[in-house]
């Protein structure tokens, strides 16, 4: 009894300690994290490489507001949604299915195909031909291949009058990509080649070079470049390796190796995956916090998207507003134009242009001219409306900026050119002349409020004392 309770107590002394090892850093509406799961997220967001770093304590706040997120995500049921759930299976199965791959399978492969290369040689070396080659079409007539046949004979005969091989390749041989190196080829071995190749191939010396020969593509003038045997298995290695992954070597053993142990077990892929998934991330916090962060981040995306960034988007009359509230914002020393450069066939198209536009939306310029102007043939030629600084168009410069020296010169069938807009001196004028702009601050503007309502709605509750001791443990 004395030892069954110093047990007890031993091990009940222990349980503070066991507890210690990962303690909780936060709670986000009572869910406990970890501090090994903050760290991951702290150190991979604060590696050398990231330029805006964090400290310790902006992290702890932007970690929170994330967190957030995440929860409102989850109690709005999106990660229920079944385009949700096929793309997170998809990055999870990424991750899992090179697990399940044994040791030793690839080198396996790899072996394998260099002991095929072995038996397909079968004794024989490997060869490096060069060719200058004329083509005859296998439908062709008489007359056609009569004709390649007097034209390889007479580069033939140049040959044994001492020109050089390469050049007569690179001048006259119809196979394009070899004539650029002078007629070389790759190496071969026996099985690769059209028969009557692979025979002449294997009947020259190094060096030696054929007399003209039919094959069934067309004429050849062969010579043998060099000879080898197959290098050993660990020097050819690695390319094999190459070659086979540029196949995908891994995706089809990842995709084997997932098709037996399902069969094997008794359960569909998915199935398999979604316990070994659950096996693996037990025993490796790194790839459990890695599946968890983008299981996270596909959350927080949607979220995202549907509370701020599309709503906020498509409010014209919020943006409108938000533009008017905050106009100091977006002034500048330098005068603007919001506008749209335009080139013309004729003259009279020119005031044509801007008297059809006088009364017309800018977001329907380019429709309107290309209606009135360019149904049947192209006499309008325009640019994007945008918005333009000094120095950024030399035609808006000498138009609308008067600088002399940036005047363009005119296109040959578009000779007449201008440009139809607002020229801007303190700012601008609607909220559409810095869209980009106001939708990026008025979505950051309800990316706040919807933090704020976050933080009203879930309880939060930080340990600091665990937070110090972040990555000093």
Known sequence: MKRIALFVLHFTLCLPALAEEDPVVMKIAGVPVTRSEFEYNYNKNNTENVIDRKDLEEYVDLFVNYKLKVKAAEDAKLDTLQSFKAEFRTYRDQQIRPLLVPEGVEEAEVRAYYDGMLKQLNGHDLRLPAHIFLRVAQKGSSEEQAAKKTRIDSIYQALLAGSEFEELAKQYSEDTQSAMNGGTLTWFGPG??????????????????????????????????DVKQLEPYDTLRSK??????SR??????????????????????????????????????ELKYLIQEYHDGLLLYEISKTQIWDPAATDTVALENYFKANSKKYAWKEPHFYGMPYYTREKNAVK??????????????????????????????MEQPRLFK????????????????????????????????????????RWTDVANEVVADYQAACDRKFVEELRNRYKVKIYPEVIATVNKH
């Open 192 to 225: 690769s080649l059209v028969p009557e190749f692979e025979k002449v191939m294997y009947e020259l010396q190094k060096g030696e070079t054929s007399a003209p020969f039919l094959s069934p593509v067309g004429y050849h003038i062969m010579r043998l470049i």
């Open 240 to 245: 094999i390796l190459s070659f086979l992954e």
């Open 248 to 285: 995908g070597l891994a995706e089809r053993l990842e995709r084997q190796v997932a098709d037996s142990l399902a069969r094997q077990r008794g359960l569909s892929v998915a199935q398999l995956l979604d316990a070994e998934s659950e096996r693996l991330c037990a025993q490796d916090d």
């Open 352 to 381: 044509g242009v801007k008297k059809l536009l006088k009364k017309v939306d800018e977001a329907k310029w380019t429709v309107t001219v290309r209606d009135a102007y360019n149904k049947d043939s192209v006499m309008v030629r």
């Open 390 to 429: 000094k120095g950024e168009n030399a035609m808006v410069d000498s138009l609308v900026f008067n600088v002399k020296e940036g005047k363009t010169r005119p296109r040959k069938s578009f000779p007449y050119s201008a440009v139809v807009g607002r020229r801007l001196k303190k700012g601008p004028q």
